[in-house]
C-alpha cells in the first residue's frame, strides 16, 4: 500500500506541475483556461467550517457591542469546535496514510453530498463546454480584451508602493512575492520554488479567505483587510 501510495502522490505531483506550466502559456485558448480554473476551484475551498467562521463573525460583533460574556461563550464554542476538527483532521491523516486518495473517494462514490459536488461540477463543465464550441468567437474575443486591458494595480503604504498585476489565478504567487511581502505575508523557500508560509488571512469581519490576487485586491478595495494600505488601478 505504501508503494502504491507514494506512486500515486509522486504522479500528482508531476501532473499539477505540468497544469501550472500549461495554464501560464498561450497554447490553450481562454474558454478551456476557465473550465480548467472552474474544477480546481471546486475543491481548492476553505480549510475551516462555515460553523468557525460564523463563530468569529459573531465573537467580534460581540466585541465590538462590549458583551464579555457573550464573546467569553463564544469563545469556549469556537475552542471546543476547532478542537472537534483537529480531531477530525488527525483521523483523517491517519485514513489517508493507509489508503490511497483513489480508493478513499471510491468509497464514498454513492454518498449523496459527493454525489452533488461530482455532478454539480459535470453539469458546469457540460454547460462551459457547450458554451465553448458554440460561440469560439466569444472567447477569442475576450481573450484580445483582456489582452488589451491587463489589470495591474499599485498597493501603497508609508510613502511605498509596489504593483501587483491580476495575473492568471493559476499563476504563481512567488512571481509577485515583493507585492505580497509588502502586504506581511512570509514566503519559504527561494526562486520558483518558494511557497507561501500562510495560504489563507483573515478579514476584519473574521471570514478566513485564501491568498490569492482577487481576493486581496478586492480586500484592499473593499477595505475589509490590510489597514492601512491604499489601492489604484494603474
Known sequence: MSDSYTAESVVALASKAEYENAINLS?????????SEMVLDAFHTSKESDQIRELRVAI?????????????????????????????????????????????????KDDPE???????????????????ISNPSAGKGKAARAKKDAEVFVISKDGISVTLPLRTP?????VDREAFEFL?????????????????????????????????VNALQQKTAFD???????
Not at 497554447?27 to 473550465?35: G, N, S, W
Open 114 to 132: 459527493f454525489q452533488e459536488l461530482v455532478y454539480g461540477l459535470a453539469l458546469k463543465v457540460l454547460n462551459q463546454t457547450h458554451q465553448a
Open 27 to 35: 497554447q490553450h485558448v481562454p474558454a478551456a483556461k476557465t473550465i
Open 60 to 108: 467580534r460583533q460581540a466585541h465590538d457591542a462590549f458583551d464579555d460574556d457573550k464573546a467569553y461563550d463564544l469563545m469556549g464554542q469556537l475552542k471546543q469546535l476547532k478542537d472537534a476538527e483537529a480531531a477530525d483532521n488527525l483521523a483523517l491523516e491517519d485514513l489517508s496514510s493507509k489508503f490511497s486518495i483513489s480508493r478513499i473517494l471510491s468509497s464514498f
Open 184 to 216: 506581511g505575508f512570509s514566503f519559504v523557500g527561494e526562486g520558483d520554488d518558494a511557497e507561501l508560509e500562510r495560504e489563507s488571512f483573515t478579514d476584519n469581519n473574521g471570514a478566513e479567505l485564501p491568498v490569492n490576487r482577487k481576493n486581496v
Open 170 to 174: 493559476r499563476s504563481k504567487l512567488n
Open 228 to 234: 492601512g494600505y491604499s489601492i489604484a488601478q494603474q
